[in-house]
């Protein structure tokens, strides 16, 4: 440790019996205005101001030129002080907002460098993630917003052009399905419901359910029928997407729907 100045800020010490006091005071108070809730100016201007404010603050970038900028070192911390410029030793951790940017810096290892870092180019085993609202012990993944795009990585971008989304569940008694609420109440529900058929369930409130459809995965019987359901089912989202129909609308054309399927097709 040193006798002169202070561990970490480097503020000199008065001496016993030193005179003129005030000078080396003012140093050590001129330098703590400097480190203290620290805001630059700008990390990226080049040319040293003409007429800066006094007390002003900057990060010098590589090749910045002036009177008094050329030749000092990328990355130091300078202040602008009676009309010349003062280099204050930045300590490790130090941390600056950057005026021009809205930046935050951090002193590492001589450099200054984003607070958060550079954008990560993995993000492995998150427990949660909230994009736009708060994610929880339920839903670990939480989204709150009004449109969202998947879109295949094409060949030139290394993919392949193809876009699949594959939606595993551990049995065949378990649920692997999608939920439709309206004011988070349950209207409709479509996947694999407790077995291994395709199965569309629909409720007026939320809380009981019946069956619209279902096509079964194993018995030929329902192989006739596959492609009028699939294509019932795409109507039926389209009309919902587009027309959002009331409750008992959309129970009228499901159970319409279902005649037509249990009918084998035919219209």
Known sequence: MSDDVSARLGLPYLAAGQLQKHVTLNEALTRLDALTQT???????LAQPAAPSDGALYILPSGATGADWTGRSA???????????LEIEAPEGLLAVVLDSDKVLVRRAGTWSSLTGEPAAALQ???RLGVNTEADATNVFAARLNKALWTALDIEGGGDGDLRLTFNKQGGSDVLSLLFQSGWGGRAELGLIGDDDLRLKVSADGGTWRDAF???RTAPADLPRVADGLMGLIALMLVLYLVAPTAQQMIAMLANLRLRLAAGGKA
């Not at 805001?39 to 201007?45: G, N, Q, R």
């Not at 990355?75 to 410029?85: F, K, N």
């Open 75 to 85: 990355h130091a911390l300078v202040r602008a002080e009676a009309g010349g410029w």
């Open 125 to 127: 085993n998150l427990t």
């Open 39 to 45: 805001a630059v100016v700008s990390a990226t201007t």
């Open 214 to 216: 279902s096509v079964g």
